[in-house]
């Protein structure tokens, strides 16, 4: 898979694609960066890449045309205009990153790992010309609810997020499934441990990563939580059930710790 990165500072990303996952995933050839500096596609000798916005306001808005040009070069041809805008390649997404955009999750990235190239667009400033997320970019995502400065750090994080799903990314391909926001809707019936591992609870049904609700629609649970020598520390001990050597029982405790933890830290979770 490929990624392209266009932004006005190019250098911020020197430093995160040359750590853990990501350089591994560089070196082996399973996914391509490739940062693109938005100013060379500037026409002046300023380099202006924003401009005030029609209608007044606070604050420049990224403006459409090096936006465009940048695009074109990286796909070595035309995206077109009002009267003709010819399809893209299949398998490309061309992402404007913006506070007014659609929440990444989960569920967004392991999309993202069925395309071959993804331009993200860092935005900047107050925004970005509205044209570019009409008529350029195939989506607009936003991070969280929540403003930055712009979309480097967004770009980072969904770089990161789709490379570890790829096959081969990671060490142990099971631990992209065994974690967070990674909902399983096997329907198996299982019994569960309450978080002490001391007392069996009732059994529920399709207890992993992901519950079915009453609609039968996945509901996604955080991870469960995780412990390491010592066995006690400082008067807190690691539950029982852990070190007690019963598969069935851990794996049936970390299906209900997860579940208490999505309850305590994620109740929108349960709320969706």
């Known amino acids: 898979m490929r990624f392209d990165l266009i932004t006005i500072f190019p250098d911020f990303f020197a430093g995160p694609l040359d750590h853990g996952i990501l350089r591994r995933a560089r070196e082996t050839g399973i996914v391509e960066v490739n940062v693109q500096d938005l100013r060379v596609f500037t026409k002046d000798r300023h380099r ?8 007044g306001g606070e604050g420049m808005v990224l403006k459409p ?13 035309p995206v077109g205009d009002a009267t003709d805008r010819p399809d893209l390649p299949v398998g490309t997404a061309i992402v404007l990153l913006s506070a007014s955009g659609k929440r990444f ?19 900047r400033y107050e925004g970005v010309d509205e044209r570019v997320a009409e008529h350029l970019a195939t989506e607009e995502i936003s991070i969280g609810d929540f403003v930055l400065s712009g979309g480097e750090l967004p770009a980072m994080l ?17 631990s992209s499934q065994n974690e967070s926001f990674s909902a399983s809707t096997d329907g198996h019936e299982t019994s569960v441990w309450d978080t002490s591992g001391r007392s069996h609870v009732p059994t529920l049904k399709n207890l992993g990563w992901g519950t079915q609700g009453a609609t039968g629609s996945s509901m996604l649970l955080l991870d469960f939580p995780h412990y390491t020598r010592p066995a006690e520390y400082r008067g807190w001990k690691v539950p029982d059930v852990l070190i007690g050597g019963n598969h069935a029982e851990v794996a049936a405790w970390r299906r209900a710790a997860a579940i208490e933890k999505s309850q305590k830290n994620r109740p929108d979770l349960f709320m969706r």
């Open 48 to 55: 202006t890449v924003d401009d005030r916005p029609f209608g």
């Open 105 to 123: 999750d989960q569920e967004t990235a392991r999309r993202f790992t069925g395309l071959t190239r993804i331009i993200l667009i860092c935005g």
């Open 158 to 174: 969904i770089v990161d997020a789709v490379t570890r799903l790829l096959p081969g990314s990671l060490g142990n391909e099971a």
């Open 65 to 77: 045309e090096p936006l465009f040009e940048a695009v074109e070069h990286l796909l070595g041809a």
